[in-house]
T-cell receptor, first 113, second 108 residues
């Protein structure tokens, strides 16, 4: 199994809603990542978890709250988002941080209305 | 200025043509990745390189560490190769820095 599975694939939410994005991998990877990608732009790193601990937060607003409940699962909790937060949210994992190959999920396309 | 520069930004080709996409970076890296992103978003990892050359099917990736440059070649291109190709570098930390991507369209 070399898949990173993201759910849901699409999400529309209001600015007052609370929702969560989920990412799962069963490759035994110990590094997991959240990226945000706007149209026709490269992905931008948001968070990195290494061995279930948050190791990088790229100055992401607190309305985005990551959680890594175990080594296979990574969540991104969303609350009080703005329309400009609409984007493709990509999850990735790698065996460890540093030089290992990264595997990406299909992404969640988020629209904030 | 992006730390990872790709060229060209857009590329069109006829089926069967040999394609080259280039990537340059500014400082020493621990690894360079070539990724493919299809419309709809999912990213597929094609290669991870730290030196030399790798080949997988019709795809070849090379890296010159001294010149801080990498190329992705596609031989006998096919319309299904149409996608955005992204170069990403790792500077020995947790971060993967992405280039701006090359949008490739291959016409039959």
């Amino acid at each position: 199994d070399t898949e990173v599975t993201q759910t849901p694939k699409h999400l529309v939410m209001g600015m007052t809603n609370k929702k969560s994005l989920k990412c799962e991998q069963h490759m035994g990877h110990r590094a997991m990542y959240w990226y945000k990608q706007k149209a026709k732009k490269p992905p931008e790193l948001m968070f990195v978890y290494s061995y279930e601990k948050l190791s990088i937060n790229e100055s992401v607003p607190s309305r985005f709250s990551p959680e890594c409940p175990n080594s296979s699962l990574l969540n991104l909790h969303l609350h009080a988002l703005q329309p400009e937060d609409s984007a493709l949210y990509l999850c990735a994992s790698s065996q460890w941080t540093g030089s290992s190959e990264a595997f990406f999920g299909q992404g969640t396309r988020l629209t904030v209305v | 200025k992006n730390e990872v520069e790709q060229s060209p930004q857009n590329l069109t080709a006829q089926e069967g043509e040999f394609i080259t996409i280039n990537c340059s970076y500014s400082v020493g890296i621990s690894a360079l990745h070539w990724l493919q992103q299809h419309p709809g978003g999912g990213i597929v990892s094609l290669f991870m390189l730290s030196s030399g050359k790798k080949k997988h099917g019709r795809l070849i990736a090379t890296i010159n560490i001294q010149e801080k440059h990498s190329s992705l070649h596609i031989t006998a291109s096919h319309p299904r190769d149409s996608a955005v190709y992204i170069c990403a570098v790792r500077y020995g930390t947790d971060k993967l820095i992405f280039g701006t991507g090359t949008r490739l369209q291959v016409f039959p």
